[in-house]
């Protein structure tokens, strides 16, 4: 076991909320539609000027809080995002900014929706090894600001939130049991924000044909999704020595209730032990995990030893599962 302790527990999410029938009103789509589809009945979107590291501070300040910790105590600062404030510098550096502090380590992970399983992986490691002492592990996301509102089969999907924790080392028995991750970027033109970046720069024509906006064969990612977090899963479960019946809690990234729920089915786990949020935020990407983990953890589902399981997939192809132990 790599043993760590979650320490404190944070989520930044903007008020404004759009729900499926603001969608009626911008798309030929439908609340059933996309409640059948994808389970989503609302996601919240923030406002014009805020962007991806506000959320995050807003969730750091209250884990700390929890972590009876100030901020310029912690010493590593991960971000996993794929709508950063900026190219660069990287959002982590710019939550520094915010916070008001300086010296620590400060990256972001690029690994779409697995964005904070990977972060979270590298923390735990540089945990163990010594490195690090007090991290603050993010997983936050825009998606608003690449979201094309004029194409259904996406717009209904996205929505934008932070979630952070703050991690330190333990000698009690707790921490990540197992975990693994993979990517195949073979595959990555299925799920892509195909400009803005080196391959196609902003452009007066870019813009114009949207090049700037999420692009996604649903279908694809959909049948990877369930096989690559079905593996993962089952890989964390078989390496931890555990089977389901071990597992207290599964949360997986919330991207659609149907993928949810397949990969529940397949890897046998009890419906009792799903836990979901992606009803009232819809996929928030990289924030989806730590968002729910907030909410289970205030719930009080995620008791003192408690083993939960993580698994997520996303743009990369990118997966990743993981059991902690609380
Ligand atoms: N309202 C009404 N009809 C719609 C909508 C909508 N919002 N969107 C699509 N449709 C229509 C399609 O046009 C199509 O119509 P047609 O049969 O006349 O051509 C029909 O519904 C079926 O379309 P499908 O794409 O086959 O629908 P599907 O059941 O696959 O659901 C969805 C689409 C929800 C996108 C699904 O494929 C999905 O969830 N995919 C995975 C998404 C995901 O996990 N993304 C990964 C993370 S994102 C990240 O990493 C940043």
Known sequence: MRKLKIVGLGVGIPEKILTNSDFEKMVDTSDEWITERTGIKERHIVEEKTATSDLIIIATKEALKQANLKASELDTIIVGT?????????????VQKGLGISGQAAFDVSAG???FLYALE???????????KKVLVAGAEILSK???????STCVLFGDGAGVCVLVPTNEERGIVSSNWGAD??????????????RIPATCDSVEKK????HMAGNEVFKNAVREMENATLTALQDAHLTVEDIDLFISHQANIRIIEATRKRAMIPPEKNYMTIQKYGNISAASIPVSLHQAY????IKDGAKILLAAFGAGFTWAAMILKW
């Open 146 to 152: 690449i979201t094309n509102y004029q194409d259904r």
């Open 82 to 94: 794929s709508t950063p404030d900026t190219p660069f510098p990287s959002t982590a550096c710019w």
């Open 113 to 115: 929706c697995s964005g």
């Open 185 to 198: 970027g073979n595959l990555a033109e299925l799920l892509y924000l195909p400009a803005g970046g080196s």
């Open 211 to 214: 090049l700037h906006t999420l």
């Open 122 to 132: 590298i923390a735990s490691y540089l945990i163990t090894c010594g490195s690090s």
């Open 298 to 301: 205030h719930e009080g589902r």
